[in-house]
């Protein structure tokens, strides 16, 4: 059956082939869906909100899913087999009074029913409202903003990036801050969802469908129920309802600490077809463009997002291309493989993409928007303690990276960093182990949106991590999220925590800020 996918890669290219079908490009006309009339839901199908993403100068992805029971078993959100046909408006005006594009997009089961609309044809730099319609049912309204122009000047892009959103431990109240935030865009780290079978009841929330003990989950029916438990949440819909998300992934979305197909818990073979149906539910349920579309166990998601001439992200996948874990595989360890030169963090190909990007760089701020600890961590106050799961177990792949910063030379190098839970601020050296060598830029790490529960604001072990590590600034333990504002003259996060996420409601505050100075690598407090 493929929806227990035992799909391998052909299974899934042969199940791909109406795949176009998913979308309305501009004002073409999808190929009709179904010849006999269509069995509409009775209850309401947009259960799982809306979403766009991957914007342009003149388009953008928008996104929804039809599910009226959104945790049906069988993974189908209680929709029948046959595709659906459904409606969409964009507007200039949130009450609809001038609508610019309407049109149909085929909902089609092969994908759980859901709906991507890739527009083209829009004006660049604008806000736009949009929605879809099913029979009888209007969907929430969504927000969103597409691109400025290439070359475009423009004086300033606020964004915000987020990772890591365990819905067992915690409330997404951080979403709900950042949705009334001004904003023109979310970035999205990673660990959208979590594999892990039900902890118990003695977490904030509780995970329907799984039980204590049981293994994490493997099958698409499953990967897809837990995307839409995760997308019930009335804080998450805001703020993809607000605006427009880049995202990419980490490791939970498919399996903790997977690389490539090195997967320690499982065989090799079974890894491949459980990647494969984790991919094609982390494709339906993201405002992903046509070109991310898996292919079996593969999937394309590097790729550059330019807002005119004031910043490039170059957002990263560290996952499906890196070499198996250095020293055993262990979390924290030292050995002189981890810097053998053959192993790379993007993989190969990617690296050479990278490195193209970054040399043929053209606007003021050049951004890595990527999962794992980039710059030197020396853990637990032990000068040869690294994890292998980052950048410190390949250091050779990051050595290259910074010789193309340092060679180019890269102006205003940033790097966004998900995965750790932590809210880190540090400086990236040409040498981690001189201080006074040469700051090439800086690294803004973001906490967790609710992973491991309430935090703490000074870690117990953080003092000793800050003497070991003199290019950090900032360390902290809350939940949260980083809000950015980014001008032709400086960089600036603000690190936004909330005292608590066990129990919904909590206020956000500004812990610290950071600038850096256009042209002046290294960090500065506000």
């Known amino acids: 059956m493929a929806d227990q996918l035992t799909l391998g890669r052909r299974g899934l290219l042969a199940g791909a082939g109406g795949a176009v079908g998913l979308y309305s490009l501009g004002q073409r006309r999808a190929r009709p869906v179904a010849a006999a009339p269509q069995r509409l839901p009775r209850d309401d199908p947009f259960t799982l909100g809306v979403a766009s993403g991957d914007p342009s100068p003149d388009g953008v992805v928008l996104w929804t899913r039809l599910a009226p029971e959104p945790l049906a078993e069988d993974g189908h959100g209680g929709m029948p087999p046959q595709p659906v046909a459904v409606r969409y408006e964009v507007a200039t005006d949130e009450h609809f009074r001038a609508i610019v594009r309407r049109g149909t997009a085929p909902a089609r089961a092969e994908f759980a029913h859901a709906v991507h609309v890739e527009l083209d044809g829009l004006l660049p730099h604008r806000w736009y409202w949009y929605r879809f319609r099913l029979g009888a049912h209007v969907s929430p309204t969504g927000r969103t903003r597409t691109l400025p122009e290439p070359g475009a000047q423009p004086a300033a892009l606020p964004f915000a990036f987020v990772s890591c959103q365990d819905w067992q431990t915690g409330y997404y109240t951080a979403y709900r801050h950042l949705a009334a935030e001004d904003l023109d865009l979310v970035v999205h780290l990673g660990d959208y969802i979590y594999e892990y079978a039900s902890y118990g009841p003695d977490y904030p929330r509780p995970q329907p469908g799984t ?7 493997r099958t698409l029916a499953e990967y897809r129920n837990r995307y839409a438990l995760y997308r019930t949440d009335a804080d998450l819909q805001a703020a993809h309802r607000a605006f427009a998300w880049v995202t990419t992934l980490d490791d939970h979305e498919v399996q903790d600490s997977w690389a490539d197909e090195t997967n320690l818990q499982v065989p090799p073979s079974a890894f491949r077809d459980q990647r494969a149906a984790a991919l094609r539910a982390y494709y339906e349920h993201m405002p992903l463009r046509r070109r991310a579309l898996p292919q079996g166990p593969d999937m394309r998601l590097y790729r550059r997002v330019a807002y005119g001439d004031l910043a490039t992200f170059n957002v990263l996948d560290t996952r499906q291309f890196r070499a198996a874990p250095a020293c055993g595989g262990g979390r924290l360890s030292d050995c002189d493989e981890r810097w053998d030169p053959a192993r790379s963090l993007p993989g190969a190909e990617q690296e050479r993409w990278l490195h193209a990007g970054l040399a043929d760089a053209e606007t003021r701020w050049n951004v890595l928007a990527q999962q794992v600890f980039f710059s030197q961590w020396a853990m637990d106050g032990d000068p040869e303690l690294f994890s292998m799961d980052a950048w410190d177990g390949y250091a050779s792949s990051r050595e ?44 803004f790490a973001g906490t967790s949106v609710s992973s491991a529960g309430d935090g703490t604001d ?19 333990g809350q939940r949260g999220y980083v809000r950015c504002h980014v001008t032709r003259g400086r960089w600036r996060s603000d690190y936004r925590v909330a005292p608590y996420v066990s129990t919904p409601g909590a206020p956000v505050s500004t812990r610290r800020s950071f600038v850096v100075e256009a042209g002046h690598p290294g960090l500065q407090e506000v």
């Open 400 to 443: 290259r990276v910074l010789r193309t910063v340092t060679e180019a030379p890269v102006p205003n190098f940033i790097v966004l960093t998900g995965d750790i839970h932590l809210n880190i601020a540090a400086d990236i050296k040409a040498d981690f182990t001189d201080p006074d060598s040469a700051t090439l830029g800086s690294e």
């Open 458 to 476: 000074l870690p117990w072990w953080a003092p000793t991590d800050l003497q070991t590590n003199p290019h950090f600034a900032f360390i902290n």
């Open 211 to 217: 039980e204590p003990g049981d293994d994490s989950i």
